[in-house]
Each structure stands twice: as C-alpha cells, then as structure tokens.
C-alpha cells in the first residue's frame, strides 16, 4: 500500500514536471501567421467594405476638383433676322454669347475639395485602425488555437499515463497486491482524465472554427 502511495507520488511529481515544459513558441508559426492575416484582409467582408468607402471618399474628391467646371456658364440667344439666310455676312448677328461665372462657386470649391479630402483620409483611418483591430484579432485566436491544441496534446499524454496505471494497479489489484480503494481511485481518476479530454478537444474546434471565421476557409485548405 505504502508503495502504491510512493508510485502514485512519483507518477503525479514526473506528470507536473513534463506539464512545465510545455511550450507555446515552438508551436507557433509566425510565417503561417503572416499568411493567414493575408488572407483574412483578402477574404473578410467587412475589411472589403471599409476598402470600398475609401473608394467612394475617393471617387468623391475627384469629382468635387472636377466641379470646378461647373462654376462657368456659357449661354446664348438666337434672335433669326428674316433678312438673313445662313451664308449672309449678318448670320452670326442673330447669336447673342454670354460668359458667366458663379463668384459664390469658386469661393466655395476651396472648402469642398478640402471636406471631400478630409472625408477621404477619415475613411483611410477608420480602414487602417480596422486593419490593426483585425491583425490583432486574429493573432489572439491563433495563439489561442495553438494553446487548445497544446493543452489537449498535453492531457492527451497524461490519459495514456493513467491508462498505463490503471491497467497496472488492475493487475495488482486482481493479484491480491493492491486494495480496492486504490484500484477505485484510479478509475476514478481514468474517468476524469478521459472527460478532460473531451473537452480539450471540444476546446480546440470551437478556437479552430473562431480562427477560420476571420478567414473565410478552412484551415486545411491553408498550407
């Protein structure tokens, strides 16, 4: 009995020890990482909708420079002199041309170029901030991803252990060598492993499937 005390002791102390080896940084991939924000600025509606007002904000100080033109007017009259025939040396006298041009428009275009600019650069902003939102977002989900991954491979390993115990303190147990309490503590404690394992691997799709979300496929599709 003393025994079974030692090696379970000795089981947990070795257990612990592998547990604080465990490391992220040699799971992660940050040349992966560069691809899938590639990807998710490829693929992400909302990322195409902020690019599409810049666009528009664009678009927008485009015009306002070329209505510029629209502040000078050109008018005429046609008074026809019954007198006149198209080839008489009077034909042009029956036009009246003006020239005009709106003050009040071209002290306004200044203000307006500048607005529609302003807006412009506001949609650039709100663009980029969103670009560094989403990097940010899907840098946390991947590393989040990469520690439900560690996680389970972590408990994964401590499972087969218990498994490898269990199977041990049965034999001993049926040898008349261990006790009953021991044998049921032990499958107690297989019994827990086995269900933190599901849900470590429950754990690793929902992070899996919240990474994929912000990329528009699946990873496997990902090389």
């Known amino acids: ?3 079974a005390a030692l090696w379970l002791m000795l089981f947990f102390t070795i257990h612990h020890a592998h547990a604080q080896q465990e490391s992220l940084s040699k799971d992660v991939d940050y040349a992966y990482l560069g691809k899938l924000i590639a990807i998710s600025k490829a693929n992400y509606p909302k990322i195409k ?22 502040i ?6 046609y008074s026809p002199n019954n007198n006149t025939t198209p080839i008489s040396p009077n034909f042009l006298s029956s036009y009246q041309f003006g020239f005009f041009i709106n ?24 663009k980029e901030s969103f670009d560094l939102n989403m990097e940010a977002e899907i840098k946390k989900r991947y590393f989040t991803y990469i520690q439900k991954k ?6 994964s390993n401590a499972s087969l252990d218990v ?16 006790t009953l309490e021991k044998y049921n503590q ?4 297989q019994t827990d492993h086995a269900q933190n394992l599901l849900n470590s691997e429950s754990e690793v799709f929902i992070a899996k499937s919240s990474l994929e979300e912000l990329l528009g496929q699946k990873l496997e599709d990902i090389k």
Do not use: C, H
């Open 1 to 3: 009995m003393k025994y």
């Open 49 to 70: 909708m902020y690019q599409a007002r810049v666009d528009a904000a664009q678009t927008g100080v485009k015009k306002t420079k070329l209505s510029y033109f629209d």
């Open 72 to 77: 000078f007017n050109f008018s005429y009259i």
């Open 103 to 126: 003050i009040g428009g071209i002290l306004q275009k200044p203000s307006l170029v500048k607005q529609a600019k302003s807006e412009a650069s506001a949609a650039q902003y709100d």
């Open 150 to 155: 560690a996680v389970y491979r972590m408990r």
């Open 163 to 178: 498994e490898s115990m269990l199977t041990n303190i049965k034999r001993r147990f049926e040898m008349g060598q261990e």
């Open 186 to 189: 032990v499958i107690l404690m």
